[in-house]
């Protein structure tokens, strides 16, 4: 069953790589018309009527957040990998958890700039929580070292 949940997730996560990937491609072609309709659904659109004044920025800010995403997804299946081998405790594992901070922390970073050009609060709420879920990262990318190496020390007594 586990083998199932696992292999479950690994498939959403190759799934939304792949969107991702596809939408990233499309950002500077399809920014405008997605601005143009998310106007037309919400009534409050203020957070998207600054995205045309101030159309490459966003779309450089998008493109930039849309990649780390990318590379943190990258990360997570390659990790996913390792827990249906059921290997998890390895070094390459450790370091995706602190190449996912760093990610995290530079996606909070271009979020924390952009709004120099135009603010919206729901860039400082994803910053924040980028911010946190790099620390946690690297927090755990700490865990799992020192796991890995118990799990070496371990191997080398048998």
């Known amino acids: 069953m586990n083998n199932k949940l696992d292999r479950f997730v690994k498939a959403i996560l190759d799934f ?3 969107v991702g990937i596809i939408i990233e491609i499309a950002v500077p ?5 997605a601005v143009e309709l998310m106007t037309r659904l919400w009534r409050d659109s203020s957070a998207y009527s600054a995205i045309p004044d101030n159309y490459p920025v966003s ?27 059921d290997d998890a ?11 996912m901070g760093t990610y995290a922390f530079c996606l909070s970073i271009v979020k924390l ?5 135009y603010f919206t609060p729901a860039a400082i709420i994803i910053a924040a929580a980028f911010f946190f879920a790099g620390l946690f990262s690297k927090v755990l990318s700490r865990v799992f070292d020192k796991a890995v190496r118990y799990k070496e020390e371990n191997d080398l007594t048998i």
């Open 89 to 99: 405790f390895v070094q390459q594992n450790v370091i995706s958890l602190k190449r």
């Open 16 to 18: 939304c790589f792949c």
């Open 113 to 117: 700039l952009r709004c120099f050009v």
């Open 59 to 85: 779309v450089c800010s998008i493109m930039i957040v849309g990649a780390f995403c990318i590379l943190i997804m990258y990360e997570l299946r390659r990790m996913m990998q390792t827990v249906i081998d």
């Open 29 to 33: 072609f399809g920014l405008k018309k």
